[in-house]
Structure formats: structure tokens, C-alpha cells
């Protein structure tokens, strides 16, 4: 079995692969090495989401994270075709995309997934597409929440930018939530954003919000240029830290 450790990190670009052609099985390693090259050359903290038939091949290829893209609330035993934390954290996962708008998930269900992956060590990024639905999952702690606009996806229009009010509100409600975590043992929740982010820009304005990071697919996975673009979302990132610890120095 893989040695797993949660992520720790102040400000995260995930990159979520989906099953894109270009993005799977071949090409998700080569697609990860690029992303872990920026990585090094840049400092930020950047992690990728690959489909689990990928996860193996693509964390032994690489030393950034790897995440899965869906995990069940299942166990060992008789649990055909589910997808298990347990299973996830063998193959080299470090963590694990929860509730996508891609592939939701029952709020039970969802509550399950969520504790599997806090018993297998796995870091769980857990997707939203209102405030409402966040003031819900709060409740049981997921490590990460990101507000996602299911109209935004892919449409090359961020959500930084084109709702800054809703990030920056979603972004206080989640950080305001610590103190609860605290209490429960618990690290605090980090607030995330992903849906059209595009370039640095965005990234930028994300993190202006009050966000540690956004998710990022098709603008990079579909990019002509997919290290170009990763490489201008990681300076992003890795200048809004930078900044931040001018600020405690």
C-alpha cells in the first residue's frame, strides 16, 4: 500500500481531467507531468483529477497529488462496480472530488463519502452549485467546498468574475465555519471555486474573494497550449502566496 498524507496547503489549483480524450489513460500522464513540471518551476500548489482507471498510472508518474473524480460510500465486500475510498487511497489517490454537477450524489450518500475518505486519509473536495447546498455540507466538515455554477461550466465566463459577490459570500460562510471544526477536532473547512475559469486572471480574482483556490477543466485539458495555460493559473496562485506572506512578515 501507497503512503498517504492529507494535503495541507494555503491555496490549491485542482485541475479535474474529466474523461476527455485528450485527458485520459496516455495522455493523463503526460497531461499530469506537465502539470507537475509547473509545479516545481513555480512553487504552487497544483493537484490533478483523473478518471480511476487512470489513478495508478498517473501517481506513479508524477510527484504533485492526484485525486479521483468520484468516490462511494462503500467499503470492502460485496459492493460491485462501486468506487471506495479504501480502493482509491491503494491505487495512489491522496484525495477525491466529491458531488461534481456532473455526477451529484444524495445527501446521505454524500455524508458517507465524505466519512470514507476522513478514515482513508483522503483529502475530500466536495462540489456545490448553490449556498444553500454548502450550508448543508458544512455540517459534517468536508476538508474543501467549491461553488460551482452548473451554467458556467465550460463556458469560458468565470464565476470570480462574473458573480464576485456569491464567491466572496460563500468564501466568508465557509471560513466561518472554523471555529465548529476546531471544537469537533477537525481542521477548518477551505473554500474553493471552480465553473469558466479561464487564465491567471481568474485565478486571481478567486483569490481576491477570499477563495484558497479554484478548479479547473476544459480551459487547460482542451488548451492548444496546456502548459502555458497551467503555468499562467500557477504564477496566479503562487503570487497571491507570496503576497500573503508578505503580509504576516
Known sequence: MKHVAKIKVKHMLLINFKTYQNSTGARAVALAKKADKVALE?????????????????????????????????????????????????????????????????????????????????????????????????????????????????????ISLLKPKDVAYFAKLVKGSGETNRIRGQAPTKPLCGAGVSCGNDVRAALELGTHGVIVASAIVNAQDQEAVIKEMAEALASARYAAQVRVA
Not at 487512470?54 to 470492502?76: E, K, L, T
Not at 468506487?83 to 444524495?106: F, Q, S, W
Open 42 to 158: 513555480t512553487g504552487a500548489e497544483i493537484a490533478v483529477a483523473v478518471d480511476a482507471t487512470s489513478i495508478n498510472a498517473v501517481s506513479s508518474a508524477v510527484s504533485i497529488p492526484v485525486f479521483a473524480q468520484h468516490v462511494d460510500p462503500a467499503g470492502f465486500g460485496a459492493n460491485t462496480g462501486h468506487i471506495t475510498a479504501d480502493m482509491l487511497r491503494e491505487a495512489g489517490a491522496r484525495g477525491a472530488i466529491i458531488n461534481h454537477t456532473e455526477k451529484k450524489m444524495e445527501f446521505n450518500s454524500l455524508v458517507g463519502s465524505i466519512a470514507k475518505c476522513r478514515l482513508a486519509g483522503l483529502t475530500s473536495v466536495v462540489c456545490v452549485n448553490s449556498v444553500e447546498e454548502a450550508k448543508a455540507i458544512m455540517s459534517v466538515s468536508p476538508d474543501y467546498l467549491s461553488l460551482e455554477y452548473a451554467d458556467l461550466i465550460g463556458s469560458g465566463k468565470s
